[in-house]
């Protein structure tokens, strides 16, 4: 449990640092770019070792239903987190689409998982998101306009996120949690 919110308050601190202390982050120009990579590297693997050691309550086990609504939902957040760097369509409606997509993919895994540790971790990294979001609204004001990409660039995002899927889906399948029931 210690490790993973450990984790999960360097990887805030380190994602919140631009935001909260700007003339800090400033002050290390491109090295600034390198500290929250590490620290975000850090923050992963200690949520990932906590995570994996933590034995808690479980309040709903694995279901069939559950696990076809969760694959949909991840699905949709890779695209979500690839139409952001495409700039496509959707983000003319989604302001902040891959911290949407950290939204979605915190609740898929907290319904197909339902025990205290998913409820910490992903709920965690969910409330980071949704702070996050509020944090650079007020920090940017409204946003400009909007420019119609190519549909090249949906294209790529969609094949983009669906590779990402099967990718995904076989790591955790070698670990050992098949994600497909």
């Known amino acids: 449990m210690t490790l993973t919110i450990l984790g999960l308050l360097i990887w805030a601190g380190a994602h919140f640092w631009k935001r909260i202390s700007p003339d800090s982050r400033a002050r290390f120009g491109d090295r600034g770019k390198a500290i929250v990579a590490v620290l975000s590297i850090l923050a992963i693997v200690l949520m990932v070792i906590g995570y994996r050691g933590w034995d808690g309550a ?7 239903p559950w696990t076809g609504i969760n694959n949909l939902l991840i699905l949709l957040a890779f695209y979500l987190f690839a139409a952001s760097g495409k700039k496509t ?9 891959q911290l949407t997509a950290v939204v979605v993919w915190s609740v898929a895994h907290i319904m197909v998982n339902g025990d205290t540790p998913s409820f910490v ?3 965690g990294l969910a409330i980071w998101a949704i702070a996050e979001m509020i944090v650079v609204n007020r920090a940017e004001g ?30 955790h399948a070698a670990l050992g949690y098949n994600p497909f029931g």
Request: net charge positive; no cysteine; glycine share 8%.
């Open 58 to 64: 479980v309040y709903w086990g694995k279901a069939q």
């Open 89 to 97: 369509r959707i983000t003319r409606t989604i302001r902040h689409p």
């Open 121 to 123: 971790l992903f709920g």
């Open 142 to 171: 409204p946003r400009g306009a909007y420019h119609a990409p190519p549909i090249k660039s949906e294209w790529i995002a969609v094949v983009a996120a669906l590779v990402l899927y099967i990718v995904v889906a076989g790591i």
